[in-house]
């Protein structure tokens, strides 16, 4: 098996769902840290796993206050081949994503 330890940045320009992970076939990820901060007004937003035709919501209405950072995951969140995990934020321009995982493969 191999191991690849990896990190994402996404900058949220838009209020339209962003596709944050999908792991690839025969592949799954262990996400360790997801840190997501404003950076002014505060902003609310949403975070779901879609498998196919189901959607699973892991937060649904979640808020980070204005000028704020916050840690999402108290534990690490595993993800595999015919997951999605997605991030809508409800206000274009102010969130920001720094995630870090390990890919098994």
């Known amino acids: 098996m191999a191991h690849s330890y990896k990190n994402k940045k996404v900058d949220f ?3 339209n769902a962003v596709d944050i992970l999908a792991p690839a076939t ?6 360790k840290s997801m840190l ?3 950076d002014g007004g505060g902003s609310n937003f949403t975070m779901v796993i879609v498998n196919g035709s189901d959607t699973f919501n892991v937060f649904n209405g979640g808020s980070i206050a204005s000028n704020a950072t916050s840690e999402l995951l108290t534990h690490p969140m595993v ?4 997951d999605t995990l997605k991030i809508t934020a409800a206000t274009a321009d102010r969130l920001h994503l720094v995630m870090s995982y390990l890919e098994v493969s």
């Not at 993800?79 to 015919?82: A, D, S």
């Open 79 to 82: 993800l595999q081949n015919g």
């Open 13 to 15: 320009t838009s209020t």
């Open 26 to 31: 025969n592949t799954t990820a262990i996400i």
């Open 36 to 38: 997501l901060s404003d």
